[in-house]
Structures are given as C-alpha cells and as structure tokens.
C-alpha cells in the first residue's frame, strides 16, 4: 500500500489567530463536529470519554457526600416556569418552546428545559413534609438548551451542552451554606487533579449571581484571549424556591417552616477550556488523568518488523494500568503518526526501533514540554508513572501562572480601561452597585464582574467606578 503524505497540522499559530486554532484542533484532533442546527454540537468518542471520565469522578465525589441520581422530564410547562419570578425574568430569553404536537397547537407551551428548578421542585413539595425527609439530596446528569446567544462556539458556548444539576434541600440555612462551599471546593479539586485548570474561587456580585438565588459561589478562569469565563458553580437559593413552591415541613417543635435549598453544576465548557490554556501549535495537550489514550506506542520497523512488535506488545501489556495503544500500521509512516498523536495531545509516546531492542531501552516523549529521553526498558514502569504525574502537575503550574501573570490592580478607570484593553483580568475595588456594574461595562466596551474572591480582609479605599467607600476587591473581565 502507498504511504500517506504527513497531515499537514494545524495552519494557523494559536497566538496568531486563537479562535481559527481553536477550530482547527477541535476538527483535527476529532472532539467535536458541527450540524445543521447552530450552536448544537456532536460530541465525538475523543471528547466524550473526557466527559465520562469527568462524569464517573464527580459522581463518586457527591455520592460520598450523600446525593443521589435521579432523571426529571425534559419539557417543562409554562405554569410551572413562571412560579418563581425573578428565576423566570432571569432565563426568558434563553427559553426554548415546544408549542405543536404534529399540526396541532398544544394548550400550554412547554419550554426545553433551561435548568430544573421548575420541574423538580414541584416534585419536592409533596415529597418533604417532616424534618426527618431532610435533607433531600438529588443531582441529575443531563442536557439543557439554553437560546440566547449569537456567536456559538463548540464546548464553550453551545445552545444545548452537558452537565449536572445538583438540587439540594436542607431544614436551616447554616446546613445549606456548609454544602454550598463544600461543592465549590469539590469542583475546585476536580478541575485541579483531572483539568489542570487553576480557577479563582469567590462569590458573584449581586449584579451578576444567578436568578433567584440569594447568592452565587463561582469558580472563575482566564483564557490565552484575554477572556475570563465562569466554571463551576454554587448557588445558595435561601427560601426564595421553597416559598414559590411550598417546599415546606414541620420541625421538631411541630411548626412549619420553609427549606432552604442550593443548587450547583458542572459543564462540558470546561473541556473548551482546557482545549485552550492547554493546548500549542502542534494542537491538543491533554492532562494525563483526563486524556482518553494516555500512552501511544510508535513502533519504528524496516525489515525486522515481527522483532519489534513483539517487544512493543511486551510495553503495552506491562503499562496495562494506563490507557495504551499500540499503533502498528504500516501504511503509515513513524512521522505521519507522530504528527497525528500530538494533534490529540496524547500525553506520552513510546518510540522503539531496532537500535532501541538493541540498547534494550525506549525512546520517551512526553507531548506538553515536546521532551525526548532514553530510558532503560527496566526503568520505564517508574519513568512513566513519574511523566505523567509531572505532566499533570506541570500543566496546573502553568495555568495558574497564565491567570496570575495576567492581573491587573487599578485604582482609577484610565486604568481599568487601559487594562481591558491589554486583554488582562482587573482586581479593583468596588462598592457593590449594580449602577457602577453598568458604568464600567459601557467604559470598558463589555467588562463584567467575575467574583469577590474568597479571603479578603477589611477592605479600606474607594470603589474604581464612583468613588463612593468600597466593599470589597473584585475581578472584572470581558467573559466568553
């Protein structure tokens, strides 16, 4: 058989252009295809085992923290939307409508879910009725269309994307408080060990927490771009949902009370955005605990090709706890295959030829830092459960390097704007109105309020918008 020509790779540099890079190593690398319907994605096997993998760790995580699974419909009436006010005021323009059944005009809209409060709390209603039904904890993994946008972009911003919607209930507001922030550092944890993604945890502001909740936890992340975007969340919803409800029990004294709820989620928006702090012109940079194919064998043959794919499925066997291919086709060249492997961002290559067996080592390169070494085939079990945990860890530095080197504290508004327009994320104090929110995002040409990180001491000064006292110090950005 004829031998292929190398793919060419990717045609643009990611700090030339980063959202045709962008487009390109989704494509290439085989995350993602489009179709017909604009901000609707296929997620292909390469990007959905990432989510599987992301699905089974923070599954173990919540059960551990006593939540359960459970699956509520899809379709939402209208009724039932429009019970809680300020939910509804928050999501209509994002809401999708079925209002046929073939050609016949249904009664009441039904909107795709945009998120399931609605739903479920109609459920929880009848099912609390005592203190000892509390808390009730209950999370579901499924999708949610929300129509908002015009600019769609695979992963980071689609109209209908993945996640989990965890839905807790809870007898005081101290219990509920507690699992809010426990959430929040349980995500922290999973971007940080699977990701490789640092994030700055914090609270929204008034201006920005989602609708209905009293307030919002976040997770915030910087991107190549310039671009801050939110990643997991935490909401303490307060009564606000029992009262719309009438999620209510009888305590132990035998008086009724409403619960107090929480709700929280994580998105496949966050494989966008390891897609970009990660990845470089070559392509994809997977982290080793989220890569689907860890480690590719690339075996290098001329005329003793029986030889040496022998010893390569001896390597295989012997790394059987990670994720290995071996890749032995011959209609392809060891170069072809190189090249293909690191536009996947597979974390480790194992090259071995016939001067390899020879010397009784392999060659060792690892795709984040492009580094080569010999190592001695006694010595590759330890070589490699070494790589990969210092790729993880590498990855993580660098990320956390890329958001810190790129803030910006400013006093004044001349330099918030300057700041913005460097495409960096501004730390400044701020008084907390939701006025000065608009001021600055019309100043700026569209920043926003990321959070209030956690942490602060007293804050002494005055807010960079109105000069009024400032309550706290807070990051602003232009969001994705």
Same mark, same amino acid.
């Given at each position: 058989?004829?031998?292929?020509?190398?793919?060419?790779?990717?045609?643009?540099?990611?700090?030339?252009?980063?959202?045709?890079?962008?487009?390109?190593?989704?494509?290439?690398?085989?995350?993602?295809?489009?179709?017909?319907?604009?901000?609707?994605?296929?997620?292909?096997?390469?990007?959905?085992?990432?989510?599987?993998?992301?699905?089974?760790?923070?599954?173990?995580?919540?059960?551990?923290?006593?939540? =359960?699974?459970?699956?509520?419909?899809?379709?939402?009436?209208?009724?039932?939307?429009?019970?809680?006010? &300020?939910?509804?005021?928050?999501?209509?323009?994002? !809401?999708?409508?079925?209002?046929?059944?073939?050609?016949?005009?249904?009664?009441?809209?039904? &909107?795709?879910?945009?998120?399931?409060?609605?739903?479920?709390?109609?459920?929880?209603?009848?099912?609390?009725?005592?203190?000892?039904? %509390?808390?009730?904890?209950?999370?579901?993994?499924?999708?949610? !269309?929300?129509?908002?946008?015009?600019?769609?972009?695979?992963?980071?911003?689609? /109209? $209908?994307?993945?996640? #989990?919607?965890?839905?807790?209930?809870?007898?005081? @507001?101290?219990?509920?408080?507690?699992?809010?922030?426990?959430?929040?550092?349980?995500?922290?944890?999973?971007?940080?060990?699977?990701?490789?993604?640092?994030?700055? *945890?914090?609270?929204?502001?008034?201006?920005?927490?989602?609708?209905?909740?009293?307030?919002?936890?976040?997770?915030?992340?910087? %991107?190549? +771009?310039? /671009? &801050?975007?939110?990643?997991?969340?935490?909401?303490?919803?307060?009564?606000?949902?029992?009262?719309?409800?009438?999620?209510?029990?009888?305590?132990?004294?035998?008086?009724?009370?409403?619960?107090?709820?929480?709700?929280?989620?994580?998105?496949?928006?966050?494989?966008?955005?390891?897609?970009?702090?990660?990845?470089?012109?070559?392509?994809?940079?997977?982290?080793?605990?989220?890569?689907?194919?860890?480690? !590719?064998?690339?075996?290098?043959?001329?005329?003793?090709?029986?030889?040496?794919? =022998?010893?390569? =499925?001896?390597? *295989?066997?012997?790394?059987?706890?990670?994720?290995?291919?071996?890749?032995?086709?011959?209609?392809?060249?060891?170069?072809?295959?190189?090249?293909?492997?690191?536009?996947?961002?597979?974390?480790?290559?194992?090259?071995?030829?016939?001067?390899?067996?020879?010397?009784?080592?392999?060659?060792?390169?690892? /795709?984040?830092?492009?580094?080569? $070494?010999?190592?001695?085939?006694?010595?590759?079990?330890?070589?490699?459960? $070494?790589?990969?945990?210092?790729?993880?860890?590498?990855?993580?530095?660098?990320?956390?390097?890329?958001?810190?080197?790129?803030?910006?504290?400013? @006093?004044?508004?001349?330099?918030?704007?300057?700041?913005?327009? #460097?495409?960096?994320?501004?730390?400044?104090?701020?008084?907390?109105?939701?006025?000065?929110?608009?001021?600055? =995002?019309?100043?700026?040409?569209? &920043?926003?309020? /990321? +959070?209030?990180?956690?942490?602060?001491?007293?804050?002494?000064? @005055?807010?960079?918008?109105?000069?009024?006292?400032?309550? #706290?110090?807070?990051?602003?950005?232009?969001?994705?």
């Amino acid at each position: 058989m004829a031998k292929e020509k190398a793919p060419s790779g990717l045609g643009v540099k990611k700090s030339e252009d980063i959202s045709t890079w962008y487009t390109e190593v989704i494509q290439k690398a085989g995350l993602a295809d489009y179709t017909d319907v604009s901000g609707c994605i296929v997620f292909r096997p390469y990007a959905y085992a990432m989510w599987e993998k992301i699905v089974a760790e923070v599954d173990k995580r919540i059960k551990k923290m006593g939540v =359960k699974n459970a699956y509520f419909p899809l379709l939402i009436p209208e009724k039932l939307l429009k019970k809680e006010q &300020a939910h509804v005021k928050g999501f209509s323009p994002e !809401v999708a409508w079925v209002t046929h059944a073939g050609d016949s005009k249904l009664d009441e809209r039904l &909107a795709i879910r945009p998120t399931s409060e609605t739903i479920m709390y109609e459920s929880y209603k009848n099912w609390i009725r005592s203190w000892r039904d %509390l808390p009730l904890k209950i999370n579901q993994w499924n999708n949610v !269309v929300r129509w908002e946008f015009k600019h769609p972009v695979p992963f980071l911003r689609t /109209r $209908e994307f993945l996640w #989990n919607e965890g839905h807790t209930v809870f007898a005081t @507001k101290e219990e509920a408080e507690k699992e809010c922030f426990e959430i929040l550092d349980m995500y922290d944890e999973v971007l940080k060990d699977y990701f490789a993604l640092y994030g700055v *945890k914090g609270k929204k502001t008034e201006h920005e927490k989602f609708a209905g909740a009293e307030y919002t936890l976040s997770i915030e992340l910087f %991107l190549p +771009n310039g /671009r &801050a975007i939110q990643g997991p969340d935490a909401h303490h919803d307060g009564q606000n949902f029992a009262k719309a409800f009438g999620i209510k029990f009888l305590d132990q004294n035998q008086k009724e009370q409403f619960a107090y709820q929480n709700t929280w989620a994580i998105t496949t928006r966050m494989i966008g955005v390891m897609i970009m702090v990660h990845g470089d012109d070559r392509g994809l940079v997977l982290p080793p605990k989220l890569a689907p194919l860890q480690i !590719v064998i690339v075996p290098i043959f001329f005329d003793d090709k029986d030889k040496i794919i =022998k010893k390569a =499925k001896d390597i *295989k066997d012997m790394l059987s706890d990670y994720s290995v291919e071996l890749d032995d086709r011959d209609e392809y060249t060891a170069g072809w295959k190189f090249n293909e492997y690191e536009v996947k961002g597979v974390p480790l290559r194992i090259e071995i030829g016939p001067k390899d067996i020879a010397k009784d080592q392999v060659v060792l390169v690892r /795709r984040d830092t492009l580094k080569k $070494e010999f190592v001695p085939l006694k010595d590759l079990g330890k070589r490699v459960k $070494e790589t990969l945990e210092d790729i993880q860890t590498h990855l993580y530095k660098q990320s956390k390097k890329m958001l810190e080197e790129n803030i910006v504290e400013v @006093k004044d508004m001349a330099e918030f704007v300057k700041a913005i327009e #460097n495409k960096k994320l501004v730390k400044a104090l701020f008084c907390g109105e939701a006025s000065c929110e608009d001021v600055i =995002k019309d100043k700026t040409g569209g &920043a926003t309020s /990321r +959070n209030i990180p956690f942490g602060q001491k007293l804050v002494t000064g @005055k807010c960079v918008c109105c000069g009024k006292q400032a309550k #706290n110090s807070v990051y602003f950005g232009k969001g994705y």
